[in-house]
């Protein structure tokens, strides 16, 4: 299983401490520091939908020009989470062929315990 986020996150600092504390083994990925290529991406993107990953609700989302969030598109947030993956929902999880976004405890436990 691999998780990518971004180490301070709050969210991921959660999902972390839940996997340690349930015994889950995993690898971190931290998009600041290690990146994020156009491949792995694009497949989130076909597993999600550009819509899922997209965060409009964190700080990078509402810096971006209104005119960019008001005409957003598949091709657009593609681009957009190139350059800024600060502007992805955190984590991503991908446990074989599944890959899921964000963190709810209840989810995780029935999924992973």
């Known amino acids: 299983m691999k998780v990518y986020g971004i180490k301070n996150c709050d969210t991921v600092k959660k999902a972390r401490k839940w996997l340690d504390e349930n015994g889950v083994d995993y690898q971190f990925h931290d ?11 694009s497949g989130w993107e076909k ?10 609700r ?6 971006l020009p ?9 091709q657009s947030a593609h681009s957009i989470m190139l350059e800024n993956p600060s502007i992805i929902k955190r984590p991503v999880v991908e446990r ?15 999924w992973l315990t």
């Open 31 to 41: 998009f600041k520091k290690d990146g994020l290529d156009d491949e792995l991406l």
């Open 47 to 56: 597993a999600l939908g550009w819509e899922a990953l997209v965060n409009r």
């Open 58 to 63: 964190g700080t990078t989302w509402r810096k």
């Open 66 to 74: 209104e005119e960019v969030r008001d005409t957003i598109s598949a």
């Open 96 to 110: 074989g062929d599944e890959v899921r976004v964000g963190f709810n405890a209840d989810e995780w436990t029935a």
